[in-house]
DNA sequence: ACAGCCAAAGTGAACGTTCACTATTCTGTA
DNA sequence: TACAGAATAGTGAACGTTCACTTTGGCTGT
C-alpha cells in the first residue's frame, strides 16, 4: 500500500560544472577520481554537488563508455520463502516487459529504508519493491524519482493483506483444535520485531479471546527451534497446554523435541502446528500440521502493484487462496477430551 | 571454468537506415510500433534488420526515454540453497561495485543455454553468471559481447569444484560410519539429471569401493521424501543395510520414516545421513547427521570470477571449508557391530 | 485543374556523460 | 627574468536513441 513517488527532473553535470565555476569537464574528472585537480577546485565542486544533490545519471555514463556495471545471475526459479516471493515478482515483472535488479540488504530497517530510498533516487530504476520492512511513516516521502511500493506483507504497519494472509489461518487452526475438544492453548511467538510475528500473536490472542478459550500464555521467541524447545521445558507441569500454536515450523519442531524431553507424546498430549510447510514436515515423526503460504502469489500481487505504479500494463493477479492449513499427524484430539461441543465459529 | 566472451561492436539504428534507404528516424518507429509504415518499408527495414543482426542498444534509449524498464527488488539476504549462493554473489558484486540484475529461468537446458546466450548479447550487462546448467560444450561461443561464467557446482559437466564438494563429505561420511562398524550401505541418490545427484552417486560407489564395504544397492529417487520411504519399504528383509546415505535430508526424512513403519530403531538399527542442514535436522528425533554447504562460500568465488573476467577488481575469495559435515543423533553404531575395527583411510 | 489534407518519411537537436584534444596556469631552474 | 615542462583546466565531438518539427507526395473533392 505504501507509495512514495516524485518526478523530479535531476541536476546534471553542466549545472554543478555552472555553480563551482568551472567546465563540465572538470566535474567529469572530479567524479572519476577525484585527482589531478587543484584542492581549491575540488572544494568548490564539493560544495556544488552538495548544494545541488547532484548524483550522476549512470545511463549516460554507461552510454558513453559501453559498460552497465551490471552483471546478471541467471538461476532456476527457487522454492524457499523469500525466494518463492521473489519468484513470483520476477515471474510478474517479465510478464510485464520489465527487467528486475535484486538488491540484497542486511541491516536495521532504519538502514533498509535509507537503502531503498537510495536505490529509488537512484535514477537506475523505475520503481522499488521492497519485500523487507521499512521504516515506519517516517518523512520520507521525498522526491525520489522512482516510485516505492512495500509489501503489506512486511509492512512494519500492518494492513489488510498482512491480516488476510496471517489471521486468517491462525484462527482457523485454533477453531479447528477446539473443535477437537482442545481447551488450554499456549503460542511460542517469532521475532516480535517482525510484522508477521505480530500478527500471529495478535491474530492468536483474538482467536483463544473470541472462542472463550484458555491461554497459558505466549512465549516470545525468536524463530529458533531452541526458542520452542524451552518454552515448552518451562511450563508449569500442573497447567500444561493441550496445543501449542508455533510460529513456524522450526520453532514447531522445538516444540515437539521439548515435548519428547518431557515426557510428553505428541500429539497424545499436545497438538503441534508450525508454518511455512518446510518439505520436512511431512516425514517428520509426527508429520507437523502446518500452514502452506502461496508466496509466489504475494510476490506476484506486490509486483503487480508497482508496475502499475510506474506505469506498466495491468496484468491478472493471483486471486486464489494465500494461505491453506496442511492437517497432519501432529493435531489431534486431547487425550481425555472433558468436552468436545463445536465452538462457535464468530 | 566454462568462460565464453567477446568485443564485437554492433550495429546502430543508423546503420539500419542505411542499408534499408530510409532515415534513422523511420527505423526508429520501425523499432516502436511497426505503424505508420508503408507495407514495403517495412520489409526493407525488416531485411536490414536481419542482415546486420540488429538489436537496439536499451541504454542508449533509456537515456533518452528517461525509463530503465528495470524494476529493483530489494530483500533480505535469505537462508536457502539457491538463495544462499544468490546471496554470496551479490555480496560479492556489490563489493567490486557492480549492480546485479537476477534472472530467473526455468525449462530445459537447451532452453537455458539460449536464453543466457541471449542475455550476454543483449548489451545490458557486463557479464552473466549462471548458476543453472547449461547445455553442455556446443558451438555456443560465438561473439556475445558479455562474459559467461557457469558455475561447475551446476554445470552438467561436471569438474573440480564440483567433486571437491560433493565427492568428500560424502567420502567422510562413509568412513566415520565404517568406522563405527558399518559394512551394508544402501544410497538414495536423487534425481540423476542433476550433476550434484550424479557426483554423490558416484563418490558413494567409490568409497563403498576403496573401504572394501558393502552396498545393498543404489536406489535412484528424485529428490523427494517419497523416494526416501519406498527405498526402505523396498528392501529386502533378509539383507538390510545398517547405514543409509541419502541424497538429501528431505529424502533423510523420508528414509527415517520408511524405517519407522517397517519398525526398524534410527539410529538404533539404521543409521542415516542427509545432505543440506536443513533448518528442521536439528530438531528432528533423531535430529539428523547432515551435511552443511557453504553456498554463500560458493556463490561467492563464482562471482569473483565473472567479476575478474569482465576486467573488475581482484576480491578475496572464500577460502574456507565449503563442506561440513554435522554428525547429529541420526547416526550412531550399528546395534550389534560384528566388527569395529578401523578402516584404513585410503 | 487546383487547393486542401493526410499519410509517410526526413531533419536536426537533445538526452548527460566521457574522450581526445587543446589551452592555460603554475613551478623550478638556468 | 625567462623558459621548459608539468599540472590543471577547457572545448567540442561523440555515444545511439527518441522527440519535435518539417517536408514530400499522393489522393480527394469541387
Redesign the interface.
Known sequence: MTEYSAPTRRPTIKEVARLAGVSHQTVSRYLKSRQGLRPATLERIDVAVEELGYRP?L??R??RTR????????????T????R???G???A??EA??????????GSAAT?TE??LE?AGSG?????????PMAAGNGHNLPSGAAVVVTPEFDDAMRSIGELTDATPVTELIERLANLGHRRFLHVAGDQAFASARARKVAYLEAIDRFGLESVGVSDGDWS?ES??EAILQLDADRLPTAVIAAN??VA??V??GA?ERGLDVPGDLSVTGWDD????????PSLTTVRINLEGVGRNA?LR??KA?GGPELEPWSGPVAEVIWRESTAPPRQSTDSSPVGSR
Chains 1, 2 share one sequence.
Open positions: 545519471n545511463m549516460a554507461s552510454m559498460r552497465t556495471g551490471r552483471l546478471a545471475v541467471v538461476m532456476p526459479v527457487t524457499y520463502n523469500q525466494a516471493l521473489l519468484s515478482a520476477l515471474a515483472a517479465h516487459g520489465r527487467v528486475v535488479e535484486v538488491v540484497s540488504v542486511e533498509l537503502r531503498v536505490l537506475q530504476v523505475d520503481g522499488v519493491l521492497s519485500l523487507t527451534g520452542g524447545v515450523d522450526v519442531s522445538g515437539v523435541r519428547y518446510n518439505e520436512l514436515c511431512r516425514f517428520l515423526p509486483a508497482l508496475i510506474v
